[in-house]
């Protein structure tokens, strides 16, 4: 029954795809179209609206609006009724949640896809209680499984369409991974031990907090955590504009955040969404879900490394390499073929232009590259350090739309420099880095900054806070 209800539902939107080789489609077609696709995945639930989130990640396989209009189910989904969540409260511990807690709301806080998170109180202290829809891991299990046969015939169907049928096998690979995944966020004693690890991990970093767990009230399908407050950091508009909050503070302590977790720890918290990252009273980063992570091999942080100091020192034959080690290069593609897009990428990156006039710079050949026979692959442990990426860009983007990524991760990879190696150095395999290279680099562009923020105040031009340093903004009647 379950795969006639997805089929019937899916299917107008597959033959609707199908229909596009024949028709000609307006941006308002298309717009329309995804919404549609997203009240769909809604009404599917929370197997579909889960996949839905890691699919608006994915802008490598889903084009805007729909990747756009997929990142919106990250904060909207509907909330299950109190009683039934109640009842599976009781069931968790034996005894009503009135007996569990000193009190407990009854409107959740917040509603996901798997679970919901209630204030409560207990021995006195104020807590966070997570607790997980019924019936979840069975639901998910049924659909993955028909989903899987319903890919087989979308491909069929798509079958004398390249472009969409390497989509349609990307999402295949999508499945898969989020079939792995998510049997770890359907067992909550799984994320408790995943947010005690993280919380040790980031114990003298005051800037940077992660909530204690309440181990003695941990069971499969309630988690209670220490109550943390803060903003969403999608959120910060009133305290940017009182002057609450320093941006030149914000954006670094998320990179040296996820920096630490990728490169030192090893452990990456993979689902960050808006809604688990929060910035507190004092300024601190607060983290939380923990129940999607990924373990990063020393191979993989040793990778990276090389990459991220390729990229540094604008080394494209560096970066192409990189590339190649991660797994990023597709299995058709040469290196040759990667070489303007990795020249484009990284000369981009170091732009302090805008999201829409970096669009711009590429030229046709590379995005005629990228959208017909991309010689670029996300594997799936890539798609989440793709996915943060993402994200910080698009929260810095918000507040400077003349963001710098390269000017602002430089300083805090030089600052976490010693511990990376000392983590890596652990392997009697690792190579040394050039960092007497990459500092005269970073130098030279520092300087260079200093230059173009003279040159701007000689010539009279208003100057305003940035995140990165770079030139600023002109105002209206500036030259």
């Given at each position: 029954?379950?795969?006639?209800?997805?089929?019937?539902?899916?299917?107008?939107?597959?033959?609707?795809?199908?229909?596009?080789?024949?028709?000609?489609?307006?941006?308002?077609?298309?717009?329309?179209?995804?919404?549609?696709?997203?009240?769909?995945?809604?009404?599917?639930?929370?197997?579909?609206?889960?996949?839905?989130?890691?699919?608006?990640?994915?802008?490598?396989?889903?084009?805007?609006?729909?990747?756009?209009?997929?990142?919106?189910?990250?904060?909207?989904?509907?909330?299950?009724?109190?009683?039934?969540?109640?009842?599976?409260?009781?069931?968790?511990?034996?005894?009503?949640?009135?007996?569990?807690?000193?009190?407990?709301?009854?409107?959740?806080?917040?509603?996901a896809s798997l679970g919901q998170?209630?204030?409560?109180?207990?021995?006195?202290?104020?807590?966070?209680?997570?607790?997980?829809?019924?019936?979840?891991?069975?639901?998910?299990?049924?659909?993955?499984?028909?989903?899987?046969?319903?890919?087989?015939?979308?491909?069929?169907?798509?079958?004398?369409?390249?472009?969409?049928?390497?989509?349609?096998?990307?999402?295949?690979?999508?499945?898969?991974?989020?079939?792995?995944?998510?049997?770890?966020?359907?067992?909550?004693?799984?994320?408790?031990?995943?947010?005690?690890?993280?919380?040790?991990?980031?114990?003298?970093?005051?800037?940077?907090?992660?909530?204690?767990?309440?181990?003695?009230?941990?069971?499969?399908?309630?988690?209670?955590?220490?109550?943390?407050?803060?903003?969403?950091?999608?959120?910060?508009?009133?305290?940017?504009?009182?002057g609450n909050l320093d941006l030149?503070?914000?954006?670094?302590?998320?990179?040296?955040?996820?920096?630490?977790?990728?490169?030192?720890?090893?452990?990456?918290?993979?689902?960050?969404?808006?809604?688990?990252?929060?910035?507190?009273?004092?300024?601190?980063?607060?983290?939380?879900?923990?129940?999607?992570?990924?373990?990063?091999?020393?191979?993989?942080?040793?990778?990276?490394?090389?990459?991220?100091?390729?990229?540094?020192?604008?080394?494209?034959?560096?970066?192409?390499?990189?590339?190649?080690?991660?797994?990023?290069?597709?299995?058709?593609?040469?290196?040759?073929?990667?070489?303007?897009?990795?020249?484009?990428?990284?000369?981009?990156?170091?732009?302090?232009?805008?999201?829409?006039?970096?669009?711009?710079?590429?030229?046709?050949?590379?995005?005629?590259?990228?959208?017909?026979?991309?010689?670029?692959?996300?594997?799936?442990?890539?798609?989440?350090?793709?996915?943060?990426?993402?994200?910080?860009?698009?929260?810095?983007?918000?507040?400077?739309?003349?963001?710098?990524?390269?000017?602002?991760?430089?300083?805090?990879?030089?600052?976490?420099?010693?511990?990376?190696?000392?983590?890596?150095?652990?392997?009697?395999?690792?190579?040394?880095?050039?960092?007497?290279?990459?500092?005269?680099?970073?130098?030279?562009?520092?300087?260079?900054?200093?230059?173009?923020?003279?040159?701007?105040?000689?010539?009279?031009?208003?100057?305003?806070?940035?995140?990165?340093?770079?030139?600023?903004?002109?105002?209206?009647?500036?030259?």
């Amino acid at each position: 029954m379950r795969l006639v209800i997805i089929t019937w539902r899916l299917l107008p939107i597959a033959l609707s795809f199908r229909r596009d080789a024949k028709v000609t489609r307006t941006p308002e077609f298309h717009r329309r179209r995804a919404r549609k696709i997203v009240r769909t995945l809604a009404g599917l639930g929370p197997t579909f609206i889960k996949m839905a989130q890691l699919l608006g990640a994915r802008t490598d396989v889903i084009p805007d609006p729909y990747v756009s209009e997929l990142a919106t189910l990250m904060d909207r989904v509907p909330a299950t009724p109190w009683p039934i969540m109640s009842r599976v409260i009781s069931r968790a511990y034996g005894r009503p949640p009135t007996e569990v807690f000193d009190s407990i709301a009854e409107v959740p806080l917040a509603s996901a896809s798997l679970g919901q998170v209630y204030e409560a109180r207990v021995s006195g202290r104020k807590v966070a209680v997570k607790v997980m829809r019924p019936g979840v891991a069975r639901l998910i299990q049924a659909d993955c499984a028909a989903t899987r046969r319903i890919l087989v015939v979308v491909e069929r169907l798509f079958r004398g369409n390249a472009r969409t049928l390497r989509a349609v096998r990307q999402l295949r690979v999508i499945l898969e991974e989020f079939a792995f995944r998510v049997r770890e966020e359907v067992d909550y004693r799984t994320e408790a031990q995943n947010a005690v690890e993280m919380r040790e991990n980031f114990a003298d970093t005051p800037n940077i907090r992660v909530p204690e767990v309440l181990l003695p009230f941990v069971r499969q399908h309630v988690l209670v955590m220490e109550f943390m407050e803060g903003d969403a950091v999608d959120l910060l508009g009133p305290r940017v504009a009182s002057g609450n909050l320093d941006l030149s503070r914000f954006v670094p302590q998320l990179i040296e955040a996820y920096t630490s977790m990728m490169m030192i720890d090893g452990l990456f918290h993979a689902d960050p969404h808006p809604k688990n990252l929060l910035i507190a009273p004092d300024g601190a980063l607060v983290l939380l879900d923990f129940g999607m992570v990924v373990r990063v091999s020393r191979a993989m942080r040793r990778a990276l490394l090389d990459t991220i100091m390729a990229a540094i020192r604008k080394d494209v034959d560096g970066l192409i390499d990189g590339f190649v080690a991660l797994g990023l290069k597709a299995p058709e593609a040469t290196k040759e073929q990667l070489r303007p897009i990795v020249a484009a990428i990284m000369a981009n990156a170091s732009s302090y232009a805008t999201t829409q006039e970096r669009m711009e710079l590429l030229s046709d050949e590379v995005v005629a590259q990228l959208y017909d026979v991309p010689p670029i692959n996300l594997p799936s442990t890539m798609v989440y350090f793709a996915r943060t990426a993402s994200l910080i860009e698009g929260l810095a983007t918000r507040y400077d739309p003349r963001f710098n990524p390269v000017a602002v991760a430089t300083p805090v990879m030089l600052r976490l420099q010693p511990a990376i190696l000392a983590s890596l150095n652990r392997s009697h395999s690792a190579k040394p880095v050039d960092w007497v290279g990459t500092i005269a680099t970073v130098v030279g562009e520092g300087l260079g900054r200093f230059a173009r923020e003279v040159r701007s105040m000689l010539n009279g031009e208003g100057s305003q806070p940035r995140l990165n340093g770079g030139p600023p903004r002109l105002e209206k009647g500036g030259k």
